[in-house]
């Protein structure tokens, strides 16, 4: 003899009204799961995949920029025989601007690496050709500025490392750029219709510091 559903309300009150509210919980979390990864995987996808992403925005080429440093620093001091000797002022700074780049062919003829330095709202601009440069990861190139244009642009403020507000380096060969690298992350090329001052950013062999770190930077071509 079968079993008579209909003659057994309490039967389907308890194990029909169950089953009704446990398919809607079922639906209902179904439709919280969904919620949450149109939210969520979209957040997250932007904590983990912003940098690689941002990173893959660089063109991949022979030659890339890693990294830009500045410093203020003082002269150097020498002592030497046959002449009078002076002493310089240890309160004078100079702008040092080091660039860390990486080059892939084992040997290149030349590069030019432009300087682009934003200063109080002044932009200087400088260039120096490096030669025979060798393949590695850890190739340095370095331009300054004198303290007396530091003072002429800097006016009556104080010179701090704030002062300099954004730097830009590029790397040409042969008159095409092939990286471009920025100190404060800005629009490519954010230095294109400011004014800029030549003749203020010097290389290395134009200053002070010419017969120092030769192992350290590579090397100038001669103007």
Same mark, same amino acid.
């Given at each position: ?15 029909? /009204?169950?089953? %009704?509210?446990? /398919?809607? *919980? ?13 939210? *969520? ?21 022979? %030659? &890339? ?11 150097? &001091?020498?002592?030497? =025989? ?5 002493? /310089? ?5 100079? $702008? ?11 040997? =290149?003829?030349?590069?030019? %690496? ?35 244009? $530091? ?7 104080? $010179? =701090? ?21 920025? %100190?404060?992350?800005?629009?490519? &090329?954010?230095?294109?219709? $400011? ?11 134009? =200053? ?16």
């Amino acid at each position: 003899m079968g079993f008579d559903y209909q003659s057994a309300p309490g039967f389907y009150l308890r194990f029909g /009204a169950w089953s %009704f509210s446990g /398919a809607w *919980c079922l639906e209902l979390g179904i439709f919280r799961a969904r919620i949450l990864a149109v939210i *969520c995987l979209p957040i997250l996808g932007t904590l983990f995949l912003t940098p690689w992403a941002y990173a893959q925005t660089r063109p991949v080429s022979d %030659f &890339q920029l890693t990294k830009i440093t500045k410093n203020l620093i003082s002269s150097p &001091q020498f002592n030497y =025989t046959g002449a009078q000797q002076y002493q /310089a002022n240890l309160n004078d700074r100079w $702008l040092e601007v080091e660039v860390q780049f990486a080059a892939a062919p084992e040997f =290149t003829d030349e590069l030019t %690496f432009k300087y682009f330095i934003l200063l109080n709202g002044k932009l200087l601009t400088g260039e120096v050709t490096h030669v025979n440069v060798a393949a590695g990861r850890e190739k340095l190139s370095v331009m300054y500025v004198s303290p007396r244009a $530091l003072a002429r642009f800097i006016g009556r403020g104080v $010179l =701090t490392p704030n002062s300099v507000q954004n730097i830009a380096v590029q790397i040409l060969q042969k008159g095409a750029i092939k990286d471009e690298l920025s %100190f404060t992350r800005a629009p490519g &090329q954010w230095y294109a219709g $400011l004014p800029a001052v030549s003749g203020v950013v010097l290389n290395k062999n134009e =200053t002070p510091f010419a017969p120092l770190y030769w192992d350290r930077y590579e090397q100038i071509k001669p103007r």
